[in-house]
């Protein structure tokens, strides 16, 4: 059974850092992306990070080049997202997922499998 299960979200003042995980399991191929998507009330998922396991290459939306890292750690079977400068319209939901040969980072259609989400709030 494919799992994905994220951690590490919570409360913290702007300016701040946080780092999510995204522990994947249930997975026999070595060839799919994992990204990272945000959802905040009232608006719709947006694309924020991919990494492609298979050859590294990594992805971000405009809103947050700079300040957020992603990375992996494949035998920990682990995707990160480091956050820092964090500020409050960064605040939202946080999903990863599971891409298994899509084209389109940034499209949630794209993925097959969902994390259940961990919320990210940024106060002012």
């Known amino acids: 059974e494919v799992q994905l299960v994220e951690s590490g979200g919570g409360l913290v003042q702007a300016g701040g850092s946080l780092r999510l995980s995204c522990a994947v399991s249930?997975?026999?191929?070595?060839?799919?992306?994992i990204g990272w998507f945000r959802q905040a009330p009232g608006k719709e998922r947006e694309g924020v990070s991919c990494i492609s396991i298979s050859d590294g290459r990594i992805e971000y939306a405009d809103s947050v080049k700079g300040r957020f890292t992603i990375s992996s750690d494949n035998a920990k079977n682990t995707v990160y997202l480091q956050m820092n400068s964090l500020k409050p319209e960064d605040t939202s939901v946080y999903y990863c997922?599971?891409?298994?040969?899509?084209?389109?980072?940034?499209?949630?259609?794209?993925?097959?499998?969902w994390g259940q989400g961990t919320q990210v709030t940024v106060s002012s």
């Open positions: 997922a599971a891409s298994f040969g899509g084209s389109n980072w940034y499209e949630p259609l794209e993925y097959d499998y």
């Open positions: 249930g997975f026999t191929f070595d060839d799919y992306a």
